[in-house]
């Protein structure tokens, strides 16, 4: 309970920024992927730019699956309930709206301040990086409990065998 004390606010101040930024930053990075895309292919390109509201709603849905999926398992456990992941999931969601009025109000920081780094996004690698990322993060976070899975079956497994192999003094 005391590591869920420190690492809770670490994760959800991760959780918010990844939202904010992928609400800020995923439109200027697509727009840049379709656009380098479209000198190699153009019929891809532009079937791409007719869909690009879906592109972009595709690529933040990634970013929303990993964020709802991956912290509330982190803080609240893996035997968690779906009521008490809905309300994390919704505190989330409601820190990433509500912040970006805060900072705006308390903090003196403009959304066009945040809106000047989408300038590095305009680069092709910088754009696919950050598109990738939620994906890449999807197979880590598979493979990682994948493995915690077969580690778990294994260390069964062996108290299994250890217990049948080892024998019982019985005390008379």
């Known amino acids: 309970m005391a590591k869920a004390a420190w690492v809770a606010p670490l994760y959800l ?36 730019t007719s869909r690009i509201d879906l592109v972009v709603f595709v690529y933040g849905f990634a970013w929303v699956f990993v ?22 999931c919704l505190t989330l969601t409601f820190l990433a709206v509500v912040m970006v009025d805060v900072l705006e109000n308390y903090a003196q920081v403009s959304m066009s301040q945040l809106l000047g780094f989408s300038y590095f996004f305009n680069n092709l690698v910088v754009a696919s990086l950050y598109l990738v990322i939620p994906y ?37």
């Open 136 to 172: 890449v993060l999807m197979i880590a976070l598979d493979i990682h409990s994948r493995n915690m899975v077969k580690q778990k079956q294994n260390l069964e497994l062996l108290t299994e065998n250890y217990l049948e192999n080892t024998p019982i003094k019985e005390k008379y």
């Open 67 to 88: 964020l709802s999926s991956a912290i509330p398992g982190v803080i609240l456990g893996k035997e968690r309930g779906v009521l008490a992941q809905f309300f994390l």
């Open 13 to 48: 101040s991760i959780a918010w920024t990844l939202m904010i930024t992928y609400q800020i930053f995923t439109q200027t990075a697509v727009s840049t992927l379709i656009t380098n895309l479209n000198a190699f292919v153009p019929s891809v390109g532009l079937w791409l």
